[in-house]
């Protein structure tokens, strides 16, 4: 008996290995099935969404716009001043680019525009990952990961939010490093690789991205003393008194609100917080972002948003309101990819709202 043991052993190694394989194959062929047969299929509103956009806009859609800004003409400033902004417009915008497509079928340039212009209204706007990352995949994202590094994050997330955790970590390592991958590795609990990622940039960074970055992967993790660190090392750059830069006194903002949220909501509990509703206000890129929480025996029952500025919102409005709500705290929520400042201030808001425990009712 001792002598086949080895063998034995061996044997079931073996098994285990062939299993493991056969299972990452699984995973990856039920990924591969989703994103095919979502992409290649439109989805249930398609049909009855209009082609609805000004008769005065260029659909010839020239790689370099005329000088000056017209959001009637230029498709692209169309999308960021029409589009974007306006929820009831996000699948109109999905329906315009499948027209520019077709107009454009044997343009190369333009074609890969209107797919990226894809990627981002069905990921940033209507969180439909499988679609997004099917348009990304046919762009060639996945097969050029480091000409596409940007995008390839994104797909990566699209992949972490489908279910597919294991390749998007494994697309995320062909990738360059980046703040925006040490965001993402921090949303995924991959809070080690976040900093190490993040801080690697603080020494370049003057304006404190990294030190938000390195604040913000802590804070999810629920290390906040740690985060509270980095954000005031954001709060130690010294904003010029004349003339000061604008994105460095908007992050000098965005700490500010996240030390006090995070001193905030380490001293509540939901549950003895008093029914009705309070409302609070955040920092966002804009301006403030106002939110009114209702409280009912001690749950959250809604989240609402009530009055912000904000023009670049995307989902966050939808996603971070539901994810509180979901959780029944502001701890661990992550922020929404692209509109990271104003999901952020809605966290930041909820917290406040939640801290002031009186109801305003």
């Known amino acids: 008996m001792k002598s086949r043991l080895p063998i034995l052993l061996s044997l079931i190694l073996v098994a285990l290995v062939v299993t493991a394989t056969a299972q990452v194959k699984s995973s990856r062929a039920e990924l591969d099935a989703l994103i095919s047969r979502e992409g290649k299929t439109p989805p249930a509103w398609f049909k009855d969404t209009p082609l609805n956009y000004p008769k005065s806009l260029d659909l010839t859609w020239p790689m370099k716009p005329p000088q000056g800004w017209d959001n009637q003409k230029n498709v692209g400033q169309f999308v960021w001043d029409v589009v974007n902004p306006n929820p ?24 890969e525009r209107a797919m990226l212009t894809l990627c981002h209204m069905h990921h940033d706007l209507l969180e439909d ?23 390839a994050v994104i797909l990566a997330e699209c992949y972490w939010r489908l279910g597919y955790r294991d390749e ?23 809070t080690e690789r976040a900093l190490k990622m993040a801080l690697a940039e ?8 990294a030190a ?22 954001v709060l130690d750059i010294e904003v010029p ?25 380490e001293l509540f509990d939901p549950k003895q917080v008093a029914d009705g509703k309070h409302i609070a206000a955040s920092q966002g890129y804009e301006g403030p972002v106002e939110v009114t929480v209702t409280m009912k025996s001690g749950r959250i029952e809604a989240v609402a948003v009530t009055k912000h500025r904000e023009k670049q919102f995307y989902s966050a409005i939808s996603d971070t309101t539901a994810k509180i709500i979901t959780k029944q705290s502001v701890k661990g929520v992550d922020t929404t990819s692209n509109a990271t400042i104003t999901s ?14 009186k109801s305003s009712d």
């Open 168 to 190: 998007a970590f494994g697309l995320l390592l062909k990738v360059p490093p980046s703040l925006s991958q040490a965001k993402l590795l921090g949303d995924m609990g991959e």
């Open 241 to 265: 008194a004349k003339n000061p830069n604008g994105r460095l006194l908007k992050n000098h903002n965005r700490a500010e609100a996240n030390v006090s949220a995070i001193k905030a909501f």
């Open 129 to 151: 990952y499988a679609r997004a990352a099917f348009w990304y995949r046919a762009v060639g994202v996945e097969k050029a990961p480091e000409e596409y590094a940007r995008s």
């Open 88 to 111: 009831s417009r996000w699948r109109e915008g999905v329906k315009l680019m499948h027209h520019l497509l077709t107009l454009h079928k044997d343009d190369p340039e333009k074609r």
């Open 344 to 357: 952020e201030a809605i966290i930041n808001a909820t917290a406040k709202a939640l801290a002031n425990r």
């Open 202 to 209: 603080a020494d370049d960074d003057p304006q404190g991205y």
């Open 212 to 233: 938000l970055t390195a604040g913000d992967a802590c804070r999810q993790a629920g290390r906040y003393q740690d985060a509270l660190k980095h954000y005031q090392k």
